[in-house]
């Protein structure tokens, strides 16, 4: 049987100027003359197509879809919120204790010079 076909997915974005994406619409991949024609670039999320706006109807009351876009901007806040949390301070800890590696194999390559320059250290 034959493995079905992996393609990439692009995709056509409705997005805010902070880059929080409301809205992401499965595309076809523009042909590579059409996205040197258009300027068009594929992010890393395969976002191809990125129309950003301010976001001002969201505040609307009769906009009835933006009970669906806030909740997308609080998941948004939220996975950063936790992220950082989760992330940011074991990265410090980690680029710490990097530091403190670094200052240790730099003290014993310098032991390891003085006693080779001493003629103590193995002739290697």
Request: aromatic share 4%; no cysteine; hydrophobic share 40%.
């Amino acid at each position: 049987m034959r493995s079905p076909r992996k393609r990439a997915l692009h995709y056509s974005a409705i997005s805010l100027h902070d880059g929080t994406i409301l809205a992401a619409y499965p595309m076809r991949k523009p042909a590579p003359r059409i996205m040197k024609r258009d300027g068009m670039r594929t992010d890393a999320d395969g976002v191809t197509r990125t129309f950003p706006g301010a976001g001002h109807e969201l505040s609307d009351v009769r906009n009835e879809s933006r009970m669906r876009f806030q909740d997308i901007i609080a998941n948004r806040l939220n996975t950063r919120r936790a992220l950082r949390e989760l992330v940011v301070a074991p990265l410090a800890e980690l680029q710490a204790e990097v530091a403190r590696l670094r200052l240790e194999v730099a003290r014993l390559s310098e032991s390891l010079a003085e006693s080779r320059a001493a003629g103590n250290g193995d002739p290697r």
